[in-house]
Nanobody, 124 residues
Framework: VQLQASGGGLVQAGDSLRLSCAVS????????VAWFRQAPGTEREFVAG????????SYAESVQGRFTIHRDSGGNTVNLQMNNVRSEDTANYYC??????????????????WGQGTLVTVSS
């Protein structure tokens, strides 16, 4: 499976931004697509994830209530709607897929397919 992330940019605190992850290739009913982010000098951290089949979601506590992950109606794009962004949301954002998930994990090592990063910069 191939993933391509897009939508990053420079925004001000309090603004909204939508990231998109185009998914191509074979997926499986037990696939999870997730967004991670990594700021300079920090480890890659889980932001949000969605089951490819069924649509169940999970969020990091730091973005709960501000970010929404959803799969578009056409089925092959996973979007991350970011509302009320904060300076601490500044990072490179990556989408990733776990193709044989037994459960949704926040551990980046479980995700075997990764897209390139898209940079989000939030100015205060």
């Amino acid at each position: 499976v191939q993933l391509q992330a897009s939508g990053g940019g420079l925004v001000q605190a309090g603004d909204s931004l939508r990231l998109s992850c185009a998914v191509s290739g074979r997926t499986f009913s037990r696939s999870v697509v997730a967004w991670f982010r990594q700021a300079p000098g920090t480890e890659r951290e889980f932001v949000a994830g969605i089951w490819w089949s069924g649509g169940g979601t999970s969020y990091a506590e730091s973005v709960q209530g501000r970010f929404t992950i959803h799969r578009d109606s056409g089925g092959n794009t996973v979007n991350l709607q970011m509302n009320n962004v904060r300076s601490e949301d500044t990072a490179n954002y990556y989408c990733a897929a776990d193709l044989a998930a037994r459960f949704m994990t926040t551990n980046a090592r479980a995700y075997t397919s990764w897209g390139q990063g898209t940079l989000v910069t939030v100015s205060s």
